[in-house]
Each structure stands twice: as structure tokens, then as C-alpha cells.
């Protein structure tokens, strides 16, 4: 399993909280955290559960997987792909409908054009989904 990258992760938070114009202890409250355990995160002092990571992704409205890789839990797609969601899921002038949806476009565009839009590997290559990739379960 990757290590995780507290330094840039802390630092991408604090910047998408000032993105999203939220103090330090209304993005805790947001998140269910306490405003000492957010500040030791943005500091790179802690280091944050997959569980509190998804808490402030859906508190500062950014994908979770965003997240996840800024920590090293999951590998990064694409810099292209990673980064045109970033800026899709951070404009706060979109709702969220309207960014999964343009969401929804862009994946169909990349996969219509033979470009990888399969869930993102884990550090140890299983998928961010528990999926593995080179042992394919049959569906139903």
C-alpha cells in the first residue's frame, strides 16, 4: 500500500477550503471532524482514513477519488482526465447534477475514443472499488 502523502494532501485542502471560501471550523463542522484534527490534516500532521477523506470530500463538494489520490491511496488516471475533473467538480457555479452529468459526457467521449476510463487503481492494483483487474468476476 502507498504511503500517504500527508504534506500535498494538507495543502490541496487547504486550498480547495479557501476555494470553497469556508473557514477552518466550518469545513470541520461540514465534515463531522473536530477543528484541531482538520488544522493538524492541513498541516500534514495527520494522517486521515480513507472515511474521513470521503467527509470532506462531500463537504468541500470534490470527488472523493480526488482526494484519495492527493494522499497516494489510489494512483492517479491520467494528469489530463484527473485534472479536467478537478476543475469540473471544484466549480462551484455548476450544481451538482450538472457536473455529473458533464461528468457522465466526458467519460463516454474518452472511452468513444479508445482512451482508459476504467476505475483507478490502487496501490497494490486492485481497483478503488475492491475490483481486480486481473481476475474479472463473470456478471450476471
Do not use: C, W
Not at 461540514?30 to 467527509?55: C, F, H, M, T
Amino acid at each position: 500500500m502507498a504511503s500517504l502523502n500527508v504534506g500535498n494532501l494538507g495543502e490541496y485542502l487547504r486550498e480547495q477550503r479557501r476555494n470553497a471560501q469556508l473557514s477552518l471550523r466550518q469545513l470541520a463542522d461540514a465534515a463531522g471532524v473536530s477543528n484541531p484534527y482538520l488544522s493538524q490534516i492541513e498541516r500534514g500532521l495527520r494522517k486521515p482514513s480513507a472515511d474521513i477523506l470521503q467527509q470532506l470530500a462531500k463537504a468541500l463538494r470534490i470527488s472523493a477519488e480526488t482526494l484519495y489520490v492527493q494522499a497516494g491511496i489510489l494512483d492517479e488516471r491520467s494528469p489530463e482526465a484527473a485534472g479536467t475533473r478537478s476543475v469540473i467538480l471544484a466549480d462551484p457555479s455548476l450544481s451538482e447534477r450538472q457536473k455529473q452529468v458533464l461528468l457522465q459526457i466526458y467519460e463516454s467521449f474518452r472511452k468513444e475514443n479508445g482512451l482508459d476510463t476504467d476505475t483507478p487503481r490502487t496501490a497494490d492494483g486492485s481497483g478503488a472499488d475492491g475490483s481486480d483487474a486481473d481476475h474479472p468476476q463473470a456478471s450476471n
